[in-house]
């Protein structure tokens, strides 16, 4: 069997010109990256905005196991199929870190005969997003310590520095440090922390601005300290804003690429959903929406992470309203849930398979509160048995939701053809009636409750004493009135990685909370959910090389 990047470096690509051309795009509004990427002009994204919007498709997914269950496969070979059916269809998703190429759980490029291309360059560097985002925080801190160093003319208390530096690897012992060692000259000592590139809140702002100008706005509010009366120290105060848009200048406009069957798509901002909003930049949906008929988004982990933010952070702040709701489910997944261990879930386990369907009954329940209509996919691996199928079939049917078995990781878009008339069919019978699922104006208690509640299914919350005055000071610096964005663990709907399935009886307990108020919203922590993680006991960087020739190997 080939492997992913195999069939990647064998496909016949499209100078990314020819597929810009189907979008109606010219040459002259394309920013070249090589042949086959290039990034969409400020002139190209300006005359857009005076288009029709098309029809918005979200993907999202079950809780999953620890590999991951192909959301975004399912996502390129839906777009895929919708094409083959004559529709003009774009995606819209995120960029890839390299902690996960490097770490255990693999890039955002799909996999099969369902990717994005050429997929190396998209799992690796691409066209430098990242890394001006990495650049762009690590100058914040920099001119914070300079600041410090420098008479401290803001009063900064350098116990309630909260702005940490970040790099884009798995790095566990980055996660608490302490800088300034080297006496008077090189700064005062402190202790300091690094996060993954994909929970800077640089990644957030990058995400959600519409425009340079707001992109200078939101980083301007950005709170990166705190002075020695308690009152927040900006980024704006700090004098980097000018400097971080010269960093984030070129990487503010969205990369264009195309699939294995020459579907356009724009891959732009990679925020994770277990610590952060989990979606693509708006910039980026914006455009799609205006540059096809349907437009196939994608957000991450669990519909109880990324579909929660998506619909709560990003529809309420874009203006923007998804037409139906792509669920993405696996057998594995649902044994997963159901208590297999993963050395076993490949093996028939019928008893496993009921158990684990309540998870997936759970998050139909959740995505109905949004008033969206749900079709659910079922993503096919080889040791799927039809027994198997059956039983998910019916359940979905048994739960007025409709289904379809795909197989677009075996082939491409036409592995997709049923799934894509189901959303066709969806789209045309059963109109969205979108509503996001808690008001700007409930207190942060409130709204944390409603989501544990609602979407999680606990009986309730629990607030560490440092999380209740780190809330109580957030509402009376004025930031009560933001939505939340809850970092919590993607295995398992309560905050608790090991308890699968559906829990009941559970309380979740919010630890810590911060503003993220250039993004414009309050971060919730709970649980044991970290913000830089560590690479695994075998990670996949042991696998990938270059051969003499210059190509990858090992890369999925």
Known sequence: MKTDIEIAQEAQLLPI??????LGIAADDLELYGRYK???????????????????????????????????TISIGLADALRKLGRRSILALREPSLGPCFGVKGGAAGGG????????????HFTGDFHAVTAANNLLAAMLDDSLHFGNPLRIDPTRVVWKRCMDMNDRALR????????????????????????????????????????????????????????PVTAEQLGAVGAMCALLKDALRPNLMQTLEHTPALIHGGPFANIAHGC???????????????????????????????????????GIRPDAVVLVATIQALKYNGGVPKTELRRENPEALRRGAANLEKHIENLHKFGVP????????????????????????????????????ADGGEGGRELAEKV??????????????????APLTEKIETVAREIYGADGVEYTKTAERAISSL??????????????????????????????????????????????????????????????????????????????????
């Open 17 to 22: 010109m020819d597929a810009a051309a189907e």
């Open 38 to 72: 290039a990034k969409l002009s400020d002139s190209c994204m300006n005359v857009l905005k005076e288009r029709k919007d098309g029809k918005l498709i979200l993907v999202t997914a079950i809780n999953p196991t620890p590999a991951g269950e192909g959301k975004t």
């Open 113 to 124: 005969y369902a990717q994005v291309v050429p997929m190396e360059d998209l799992n690796l």
């Open 176 to 231: 608490n440090i302490t800088i300034g060692l080297g006496g008077k000259t090189n700064g005062p000592v402190r202790e300091d922390h690094f996060v993954i590139t994909a929970a800077s809140e640089i990644m957030a702002v990058f995400c959600l601005a519409e425009d340079m100008e707001d992109l200078k706005k939101r980083l301007g509010r950005i709170v990166a300290a705190y002075n020695y009366g308690g009152e």
């Open 280 to 318: 693509n930049s708006v910039r980026a949906t914006r455009a799609a929406l205006k540059l096809a008929d349907y437009t196939v988004t994608e957000a991450g982990f669990g519909a109880d992470l990324g579909a929660e933010k998506f619909m709560d952070i990003k529809c309420r702040m874009a």
């Open 374 to 409: 749900i079709v659910v996919a079922l993503n096919s691996f080889a040791t799927d048995t039809e027994a198997e199928n059956a039983f998910v079939e019916a359940f979905c049917r048994e739960h007025h939701c409709e289904f379809s078995r795909a197989t677009v990781w």
């Open 424 to 441: 066709l069919d969806t789209l045309e019978k059963q109109p969205a009636s979108y509503r996001p699922l808690y008001g700007l104006q």
């Open 475 to 556: 509402e009376k610096l004025g930031f009560g009135g933001l939505p939340i964005c809850v970092a919590k663990t993607q295995y398992s709907l309560s905050d608790d990685p090991g308890r699968l399935g559906r829990p009941e009886g559970f309380s979740v307990t919010v630890r810590d909370a911060y503003v993220s108020a250039g993004a414009g919203f309050v971060v919730i922590l709970t649980g044991e959910i970290i913000q830089m993680p560590g690479l695994p006991r075998n990670p996949a960087a042991l696998r990938i090389d270059v051969d003499a020739e210059g190509r990858i190997e090992g890369l999925f």
